[in-house]
Structures are given as C-alpha cells and as structure tokens.
C-alpha cells in the first residue's frame, strides 16, 4: 500500500493485525513497519514511533522481525532528530547481529 501510494490505508490495516489474536508476530510487525514507515514519510514522527513501540519487544531476544522493528526505529528517531537514542537502537542490533542492514555503519556515524 504505501509503494503503491496508499498510504493512508496501512496504518488501519496495522492496527487491525495488532488488535487481532492469531495473527503471527512477523505479520503484526511487517505491517507496523510499513504504518510507521509511512506516517514517518508524511512527517508523523511521534505516531510512527508510537506505533512501533506496540511491538512489545526485549534488548535480549532478537528475532529477524524484532531486528526491523528496532531498525526502523532507529532510522525514524534518526530523521526527527533523535541521534542519540537512534544510535541506542542501531547498537542493540549490532549486538545481536554486526552484519544485520546496516546498522554498524549508521550506529558508529551517529557516534
């Protein structure tokens, strides 16, 4: 929807994957991705972010999902000005993963 230019219908497709039991934490995270994402594009930085904080997630169990969730963070507090908890969220999956995106190289030039 959002390459599509349909932005504006996957924030509330997200927040019916996030409200509906059964649906996989991958499919709830990829679509609370692409909200973000989009709301982040239209400059909606505090929603984007409020939104992917509804993916609960640990600084010590990292799944593949939970790496992107965490990215995307870090690259919307990164594009509203929040350096440095952008690089708080590039380091933690450096952590996890050193060659996950590129997290290394974003983390050390936000240091």
Sequence with gaps: LRSMGRSDRAVPL???ALATRGVPVAAKAEAVIVA????ADQGK????LGLLR?????????????L????????ILERSGHRQE???????????DPSAFDAAERAAQLG
């Design 86 to 96: 952008a690089q708080r969220e590039f380091r933690k999956i450096v952590r996890h």
């Design 36 to 39: 973000a994402s989009a709301l």
């Design 54 to 66: 509804r993916i609960r997630t640990r600084d010590d169990v990292a799944s593949p999902e939970v």
């Design 14 to 16: 997200a927040e019916e």
């Design 68 to 75: 992107r969730v965490w990215y995307v963070t870090g690259d």
């Design 45 to 48: 930085f505090d929603q984007a």
